[in-house]
């Protein structure tokens, strides 16, 4: 299970790390771009998934 944690938290990093460097790029090459909203968008996914995976880890044991 602690496996499983792991994975979710690396996944939630690079979610929220590429929803912030894409989004914000795009955002400022151009300012009214769908594709930043949908990036941005992106970054409460990831770090929900950092946090809950997170936590998820620690109660199993931390290990």
């Given amino acids: 299970m602690n496996r499983a944690f792991k994975i979710m938290l690396v996944l939630g990093i690079i979610l929220t790390l590429v929803g912030v460097g894409v989004g914000f790029t795009a955002m ?7 594709l930043a909203v949908y990036f941005i968008g992106i970054v409460p996914v990831g770090f929900l ?3 809950a995976s997170l936590t998820g880890w620690i109660l199993a044991g931390g290990k």
């Fill in 28 to 34: 400022f090459i151009d300012a009214e771009s769908e």
């Fill in 49 to 51: 998934l950092t946090f």
